[in-house]
């Protein structure tokens, strides 16, 4: 079993930027690629960035590419999402996701997902 919490989910402005936090407890955190995913009302739920489990290997939904980095710190088992240049649109519950893949390239696809944080929300206001 893997647990993950997310923090530093709050209000920003248009422009602004926030860094999200995923802190990993359970097994092998290095055994798993990390991914984030976002969810609006009324959509779908998407995928936003994913890191490889050397963090070697980053990828991004187009949306995001150049605003948003995502980052790991193996020693202490956490996950970052730096948001920059923030847009309403950007505005949902942000979820961090772990999966058990020693792959050089991180899944975009969440059913490879096999542990899921609780969420946390990222509204940015106009």
């Known amino acids: 079993q893997v647990q993950l919490v997310e923090s530093g989910g709050g209000l920003a402005q248009t422009g602004g930027s926030g860094r999200l936090s995923c802190a990993a407890s359970g097994r092998t955190f290095t055994a798993y690629a990390m991914g984030w995913f976002r969810q609006a009302p009324g959509k779908e739920r998407e995928f936003v960035a994913a890191?490889?489990?050397?963090?070697?290997?980053?990828d991004y939904v187009y949306s995001v590419k150049g605003r948003f980095t995502v980052s790991r710190d193996n020693p202490k088992n956490t996950v970052y999402l730096q948001m920059n240049n923030l847009k309403p649109e950007d505005t949902a519950v942000y979820y961090c996701?772990?999966?058990?893949?020693?792959?050089?390239?991180?899944?975009?696809?969440?059913?490879?997902?096999?542990?899921w944080g609780q969420g946390t929300q990222v509204t940015v206001s106009s």
């Open positions: 996701a772990a999966d058990l893949n020693l792959n050089w390239k991180p899944s975009r696809d969440p059913h490879e997902y096999d542990y």
């Open positions: 890191i490889n489990w050397s963090g070697g290997s980053t």
